[in-house]
Each structure stands twice: as structure tokens, then as C-alpha cells.
């Protein structure tokens, strides 16, 4: 049995499919959920910090769920709504200060949308 293999639970990693673009995805979806869950564990958990937290997870959990191949078609549709929310609530909160990190993150985010909508389009 390889990694890449399903355990005998049923439950495994299933990257045998997963195309270089799939683990560019992988990586900017990391960048992103781990950045949100330090920001919002480093904020406080009530407020602003807990909907960061909660953002973090999001981006995990999807990444998560493209590497045991769960319903990837799906994850790909939401993850594109769910990372545009992303931007314009991170618009909303900063405007018109902008820091250098935030920048950096939305570049990414942009970039998992277009890695998202050219996933979503080859598994049609």
C-alpha cells in the first residue's frame, strides 16, 4: 500500500491524480490558511481574530479535502466564492491602509482563484 493509497478505514490521501497545478493550488491554499490562523490566533479569538481563525480552517480544510479527493469538482466551485469573500472583507476592514503582508496574501488569494477556475473548467 502507498501513501497515495486509501488505509483500510477508507480514509487515505489520494494524490495519484493531483496534476502540478493541483499542488500549485495546494500551496497557495496552505500560504493562505496558515497565515489567517496565526493572524487570528495572534488577534484574540473573539472578533476579528475568530472570522480569521474560522477563514484558516476554510482554506485547510479544502486543501484537506483535495488531498483524500473528496468531491474536488465542489471544493473547487466554493473555494472560489469563499476566497473572493476573503479579499473584499479584507478590503472592507483595511481601506484605505493596506499593509505590505496583506498585499502579499491577496496576491496569492488572487492566484488560487485563477488556479480554482482553471481546476473547476478541465473537470467539467
Given at each position: ?9 477508507g480514509?487515505?490521501l ?18 493562505t ?8 490566533v495572534?488577534l484574540g479569538?473573539?472578533?476579528?481574530g475568530?472570522?480569521l ?6 482554506y485547510l480544510g ?8 473528496v ?8 473555494g472560489?466564492p469563499?476566497t473572493?469573500?476573503q479579499?473584499?472583507?479584507w478590503?472592507v476592514?483595511?481601506?484605505?491602509s493596506?499593509?505590505a ?9 488572487v492566484a488560487l482563484?485563477?488556479v ?8 467539467t
Amino acid at each position: 500500500m502507498t501513501a497515495a493509497s486509501t488505509s483500510r478505514s477508507g480514509i487515505g490521501l489520494a494524490t495519484d491524480s493531483l496534476t502540478p497545478l493541483h499542488w500549485l493550488g495546494i500551496v497557495l491554499a496552505v500560504a493562505t490558511g496558515v497565515l489567517h490562523l496565526v493572524l487570528g490566533v495572534s488577534l484574540g479569538l473573539p472578533g476579528l481574530g475568530g472570522s480569521l481563525f474560522v477563514a484558516g480552517v476554510g482554506y485547510l480544510g479544502g486543501t484537506a479535502a483535495i488531498l483524500v479527493g473528496v468531491r474536488r469538482r465542489l471544493v473547487y466551485l466554493l473555494g472560489i466564492p469563499f476566497t473572493i469573500g476573503q479579499i473584499a472583507a479584507w478590503y472592507v476592514v483595511n481601506a484605505p491602509s493596506f499593509s505590505a503582508l496583506g498585499i502579499a496574501d491577496k496576491v496569492v488569494q488572487v492566484a488560487l482563484i485563477a488556479v480554482l477556475a482553471v481546476l473547476y473548467a478541465r473537470a467539467t
